[in-house]
Structures are given as C-alpha cells and as structure tokens.
C-alpha cells in the first residue's frame, strides 16, 4: 500500500496453483476496494499512480498488480509460441486462458483478506474481469470493462494498419528498442482525439523494461485469449453493474468489440469517449475518473 512520505510499496503474494502475483495499492485498507486489471503484457504501473491515487481520494482502497508472465509475477517456464500457434490458442499442455487468469485475481482477493471488490479492467484486463464475474458469483462488486471484447468472430479486431504493425514487429532486444517500439506503437493506437506524450510512454517503457526485459509471456498471454474463444454465451450470467467505456478512436480493439460486451452483458451500460484509442490519455482522465468512481461509489458507512 502508499505510504505515508506518497511511495508505493510493491508486495509478493500466493495465489495458488503456483503463481505469485506482484501488487501495489493506494488508499485506506478500510475503505471498499477496487482492484486495477492491465492488459496485454502490460504491467501494473501502465494504470497510472496518479490515477489510482484520485481513486483512492475518492474514497476507495485501489489495488494495481502484474498479471502472470509480466513484471515481477510469476513467469512460466515453457516456450513462447510462434505465431501461429498463438492465434490457435497455444501448443503447450501448460497454456493457460482467461479462466485461470480469473483464477489469479480470485487468488490475490483471498490473499488481501477481501471477500469481493469492485473490478476495473483493461483491454486483456477487461476480459479477465469480465471472466472473474461470469465465473466467480459474489466476489464482485461492480464491473467496468474498458477498451475489451467478448472474442466473438470479426468483433472487436484490431486495424488492418494494426494488424500490418503487428505482424513486422519483433521482440526488443535493449531498453532503448523497447522505448522506441512503444512510442511508435502507442502514437498509432493511442488517443488521437488528445495530445500524445512521448516523453510518457518512453518512461513508462523504461520502467517495464528495468522491471521485465523477458518477452515471452505477451505471446503466452496472447495465446491465453485466443485458447478462451468467444465468450459471448458466459458473459450473459454476469449479474453485477456493469459499466462498458470505450474510445470511438481505438485501432486495437475496434469499438464493435465494446459494444458487443455492452449488449452481452444484461443490464450493462456502454459509454463512448469521443477521441480516445487504445490507452488512457492525461486529457481523458476527467471523464474516465467521473464514468468510474460513479459506478464504483457506494454509500457512506
């Protein structure tokens, strides 16, 4: 949790089934928690402290952490698979899905002592909160799915100019390679509506690189979204508030896939951010701030 000088202090944790999970927090313990889920070989520190902490001030305990196979978590030990494999859902009897990547947030909820929270994911992160609720009856409080799909077929792709990028990219192999490829990549999918920061996303590349230089676990996640397939069907037992916000500039996840998750949803509300793409841009922070800390709020004690 934040201490008192504003630091964050990074904590290890059990979760079962082999798997240690890195997290962080923000706010009182007492107050109701909402738990921060990162995307696609993305880190905990890709949700903002500044964010999380405007959270925390609007009276919530907030929660980041690494999901499996990135930063300081648990990374498997088997092969990354190639390309085709990946988009066949892996070629390793070990390869994991969004199942049990649900498992590893149930996991840390038990270890924090926390019987349910409020879950915010991101792009992957939304479809592993999604996971949790459809799987896990009671150990959600609310859902908001931002920039996520549901996996159904020609929902949710990404550009063709994105797909193109994908398929010429190739791992980093130095920490300036890897700064570079993310300010190229996040100039392409990122808010066009509002200003881009270079200078920020090359600090938060630096940063994913001293914590993890390893690149195999993105395909292993990949492969872990492909191997759950569309999940449309499951997505209608959810029965928690659900908030859908997605970005109607987005070149990763094509807006189709966030209202496709809206309509799968009962009950669920979609609100579209005009300008936003692929990450979470400072100018859109105000609207995204307001949508969440609405639908998490809760009653005063």
């Known amino acids: 949790?934040?201490?008192?000088?504003?630091?964050?202090?990074?904590?290890?944790?059990d979760v079962g089934r082999g798997i240690t999970l890195c997290h962080d927090?923000?706010?009182?313990?007492?107050?109701?928690p909402v738990v921060l889920i990162a995307g696609l070989g993305q880190q905990k520190h890709t949700w903002p402290a500044e964010f999380a902490a405007e959270l925390a001030r609007r009276g919530h305990r907030v929660v980041r952490f690494d999901n499996r196979d990135v930063g300081r978590s648990t990374h498997m030990d088997f092969p990354a698979p190639g390309p085709i494999a990946t988009l066949r859902g892996g070629n390793h009897p070990r390869q994991y899905h969004l199942g049990d990547m649900a498992r590893d947030t149930v996991g840390l909820l038990d270890a924090l002592g926390l019987r349910d929270a409020h879950l915010v994911g991101v792009s992957m992160g939304g479809m592993i909160a999604q996971t949790v609720a459809a799987h896990h009856p009671g150990r959600v409080r609310t859902l908001t799915s931002i920039m996520s799909t549901t996996g159904a077929p020609r929902t949710g792709r990404p550009a063709p100019s994105t797909w193109l990028r994908l398929a010429r990219s190739k791992p980093a192999r130095t920490r300036q390679q890897a700064i570079d490829g993310a300010v190229a990549t996040f100039r392409h999918i990122g808010s066009h509506g509002f200003p881009f920061d270079a200078r920020w996303v090359a600090e938060k590349a630096g940063e994913a690189w001293d914590r993890d230089p390893t690149v195999g676990g993105v395909n292993r996640q990949l492969a872990g979204i492909f191997a759950s397939g569309n999940r449309t069907a499951e997505l209608a037992a959810i029965d928690v508030p659900t908030l859908v916000i997605h970005g109607d500039r987005d070149r990763m996840v094509h807006p189709t896939g966030g209202a496709?998750?809206?309509?799968?949803?009962?009950?669920?509300?979609?609100?579209?951010?005009?300008?936003?793409?692929?990450d979470l841009p400072v100018g859109a922070w105000p609207r995204l701030l307001d949508l969440v800390g609405a639908h998490v709020a809760e009653p005063a004690r």
């Open 1 to 13: 949790m934040s201490a008192g000088d504003g630091t964050v202090t990074e904590e290890l944790v």
């Open 25 to 32: 927090g923000f706010g009182d313990p007492a107050d109701p």
């Open 260 to 278: 496709a998750t809206a309509r799968a949803i009962p009950g669920a509300r979609l609100e579209t951010i005009a300008g936003m793409g692929h």
